[in-house]
């Protein structure tokens, strides 16, 4: 699987973007799809994934009610929309997949680029 990520961008304190992963390669359908951030200095970090059917959505504590994760499977294409941004959330946002995979950055098998997000103040 190949993936990549873009939507990132500058954006002003509780600004919203919508961050996209497109898939190629394997089946998408069947895989957990997540994204992570890492900012400079700093460890990645879990931020969302989402069920291969869409049924389950998990979310970091530090975005539950500001992102929402997304997928269509007939498009290849799992989103990450961002609302009420905080500078906080700067950082380069990966998307990843793998097959039994959860909240955990080792459990998943393929990633993409980043895709960086700042945040201004």
């Known amino acids: 699987v190949q993936l990549q990520a873009s939507g990132g961008g500058l954006v002003q304190t509780g600004g919203s973007l919508r961050l996209s992963c497109a898939a190629s390669g394997r089946t998408f359908s069947g895989y957990m799809m997540g994204w992570f951030r890492q900012a400079p200095g700093k460890e990645r970090e879990f931020v969302s994934c989402?069920?291969?059917?869409?049924?389950?959505?998990y979310y970091a504590d530090s975005v539950k009610g500001r992102f929402t994760i997304a997928r269509d499977n007939a498009k290849n294409t799992v989103y990450l929309q961002m609302n009420s941004l905080k500078p906080d959330d700067t950082a380069d946002y990966y998307c990843?997949?793998?097959?039994?995979?959860?909240?955990?950055?080792?459990?998943?098998?393929?990633w993409g680029q980043g895709t960086q997000v700042t945040v201004s103040s």
């Open positions: 989402i069920s291969w059917n869409s049924g389950n959505t």
């Open positions: 990843a997949a793998g097959v039994m995979a959860f909240t955990s950055a080792a459990s998943y098998t393929y």
